[in-house]
Nanobody, 115 residues
Framework: QVQLVESGGGLVQPGGSLRLSCTASGIQFSLYTMGWYRQAPGKQRELVATLTSGYRANYADSARGRFTISRDYAKSTIYLQMGSLKPEDTAVYYC?????????WGRGTQVTVSS
């Protein structure tokens, strides 16, 4: 059974930082492209960042320069280090594993940026 479990969300003030984690089980983690997506209330889910098994990273324009995606193969975990957070970053953040059209999603973790 495939599971992706996100953690690390919470309430943070504008300008602050958070690190999200997503631990995968039930897949051969090293073969999958892993990514972070987010969905704000009333909006469609959107890409934040992805990272291939070959460490090729791709960022949304809104994330580039402020967020960093990384992965730890030993822990089957990906991270999203977020900095300079803005109120518009408020959303549920989801982890995704993708390989050859097979995709799996986590249940999400809430990030709220507010003073």
């Amino acid at each position: 059974q495939v599971q992706l479990v996100e953690s690390g969300g919470g309430l943070v003030q504008p300008g602050g930082s958070l690190r999200l984690s997503c631990t995968a089980s039930g897949i051969q983690f090293s073969l999958y492209t892993m990514g972070w997506y987010r969905q704000a209330p009333g909006k469609q889910r959107e890409l934040v960042a992805t990272l291939t098994s070959g460490y090729r990273a791709n960022y949304a324009d809104s994330a580039r320069g402020r967020f960093t995606i990384s992965r730890d193969y030993a822990k089957s975990t990906i991270y999203l280090q977020m900095g300079s957070l803005k109120p518009e970053d408020t959303a549920v953040y989801y982890c995704k594993a993708d390989r050859n059209g097979a995709e799996y999603w986590g249940r999400g973790t809430q990030v709220t940026v507010s003073s």
